[in-house]
T-cell receptor
C-alpha cells in the first residue's frame, strides 16, 4: 500500500518569501510525483510533476525529488497572497490510481 | 474547450437514500476516475473507468458503483447512504496514460448526508 505523507501545516510565510512544502513516500518503487493546488472549496489543479531525481523548475515553482531519501518537495519563490491554498502531493500506481497526501495548508501574509 | 463538468454542484440526501453523480470528461480524454475527499483530507480513489469498464477500484464498499457511457461520460452511484459518505466527490479525467501527465479535475459535487 502506497503512502504519501505531508505535514498538514498550516505553513505561513510573508509575501515575497520562499515557501517550502515537503512530502515523503513509502513505496521506493514510486516513479513520479505530482503537485496539486487546491483553493478552499474548489477542486485540485495540477501545478507540476516530476519524474527524475533533482530539480524541475516552472516559473516561480520548483519541484525537487530525492528518490534515495524518498521525499519530494515544492518550492514557491516570491510567494504571493494568491498562493494561499492547500498543496497536495500525489503519486500514481501503474498509471491509474493516484495516492494523495492530506495536503499542506499555506498562508502567504501580505 | 470545456473542462471536466460535474453535476450537481451540491446535494443534500437523507441517510439510507441513493444518489447519482454525473461527470463529463474534458474533450479528448477517455478515462474517468472518481475520488472522495472528506474535509481536511486528501482525495481517496474510488474507481476508474476506461472503455466503459471499471479498470481499477479503491478500498470502497460495493455500495459505490459506477458506469461509463460510450461518449466517455460517467456516473457514480452510492446506495444506502451513510453519514460518513458526506464529502466532496471529484471526477477526474485523463487519457488512458493518466499517470504520465496527471488528471484534470472537475469542480466537484458536495454531498451532505443528514
Amino acid at each position: 500500500q502506497k503512502e504519501v505523507e505531508q505535514n498538514s501545516g498550516p505553513l505561513s510565510v510573508p509575501e515575497g518569501a520562499i515557501a517550502s512544502l515537503n512530502c515523503t513516500y513509502s513505496d521506493r518503487g514510486s516513479q513520479s510525483f505530482f503537485w496539486y493546488r487546491q483553493y478552499s472549496g474548489k477542486s485540485p489543479e495540477l501545478i507540476m510533476f516530476i519524474y527524475s531525481n533533482g530539480d524541475k523548475e516552472d516559473g516561480r515553482f520548483t519541484a525537487q525529488l530525492n528518490k534515495a531519501s524518498q521525499y519530494v518537495s515544492l518550492l514557491i519563490r516570491d510567494s504571493q497572497p494568491s498562493d494561499s491554498a492547500t498543496y497536495l502531493c500525489a503519486s500514481p500506481e501503474e498509471g491509474n490510481q493516484f495516492y494523495f497526501g492530506t495536503g499542506t495548508s499555506l498562508t502567504v501574509i501580505p | 474547450d470545456a473542462g471536466v463538468t460535474q453535476s450537481p454542484t451540491h446535494l443534500i440526501k437523507t441517510r439510507g437514500q441513493q444518489v447519482t453523480l454525473r461527470c463529463s470528461p474534458k474533450s479528448g480524454h477517455d478515462t474517468v476516475s472518481w475520488y472522495q475527499q472528506a474535509l481536511g483530507q486528501g482525495p481517496q480513489f474510488i474507481f476508474q473507468y476506461y472503455e466503459e469498464e471499471e479498470r481499477q477500484r479503491g478500498n470502497f464498499p460495493d455500495r459505490f458503483s459506477g458506469h461509463q457511457f460510450p461518449n466517455y461520460s460517467s456516473e457514480l452511484n452510492v446506495n444506502a447512504l451513510l453519514l460518513g459518505d458526506s464529502a466532496l466527490y471529484l471526477c477526474a479525467s485523463s487519457l488512458a496514460t493518466g499517470g504520465l501527465y496527471g488528471y484534470t479535475f472537475g469542480s466537484g459535487t458536495r454531498l451532505t448526508v443528514v
